[in-house]
């Protein structure tokens, strides 16, 4: 194990035991500002599986990244024509993305995903849920599988990406917690119905075979 992932699971196993399974995401945040931690998703580049999608030119079209930390997909997004929003629970992971993009169009906010903007329902062309759901405990993670379709507008695009189960820690700890099956279909919800869910290959990295699901409404 890295010492970010275990800085994470040492963060996450504590605001668990408190009754705050997401607590623990600004704690991270805000020591690895203060140099005490550090984020293990914090790299340079965007995901290479959203990367790998080949999305089409946005063309002004409305993007929702879930969870965006510092702003790597958003960023992305938004360099391929998408009026990005993108929102994060940990307010210094904010602070975090506006300081490394100064100039970006992409519109950061901060937001609960279980407690998200009533004027995001059915508001957005593709939303982007990467890494987050599979950083949830059991007991909140089947209502927030179901949060991510409702931001989706009539022909819009749900893109999932997640851990998959064929590979887990021996002794099952987290986060990630890798999504099964039953769980990405689950994100058909609210009226959305699957393009393709597909396993993909990662290797070389601690969780090597990963979902890549795709939605529309």
Excluded: K
């Excluded at 275990?6 to 009754?19: C, E, I, V, W």
């Amino acid at each position: 194990m890295t010492a970010s992932a275990a800085d994470a699971r040492r963060l996450a196993a504590a605001s668990l035991a408190a009754g705050d399974p997401t607590g623990w995401f600004e704690q991270l945040y805000a020591q690895a500002r203060d140099g005490q931690a550090e984020v293990p998703w914090d790299v340079a580049a965007p995901s290479a599986h959203l990367r790998a999608l080949d999305l089409p030119a946005g063309d002004g079209r409305r993007a929702l990244v879930v969870g965006c930390g510092p702003g790597r997909d958003a960023e992305h997004l938004a360099a391929l024509g998408y009026a990005v929003t993108a929102f994060d629970i940990s307010a210094t992971a904010i602070d975090l993305a506006r300081g490394r993009h100064p100039s970006s169009s992409v519109d950061y906010v901060v937001a609960d995903l279980l407690d998200p903007p009533v004027a995001w329902r059915h508001g957005f062309d593709l939303v982007l849920e990467s890494n987050n759901v599979q950083a949830l405990p059991a007991d909140i993670r089947a209502r927030a599988i179901t949060v991510p379709g409702t931001f989706v507008a009539p022909g819009g695009l749900l893109i999932v990406l997640a851990a998959a189960t064929s590979r887990v820690d021996s002794d099952g700890s987290g986060p990630p917690w890798p999504l099964t099956r039953a769980e990405v279909d689950a994100f058909a919800s609210d009226g959305l119905r699957p393009i393709s869910i597909t396993q993909v290959d990662a290797a070389g990295t601690t969780l090597p075979t990963r979902w890549q699901a795709l939605f529309t409404r």
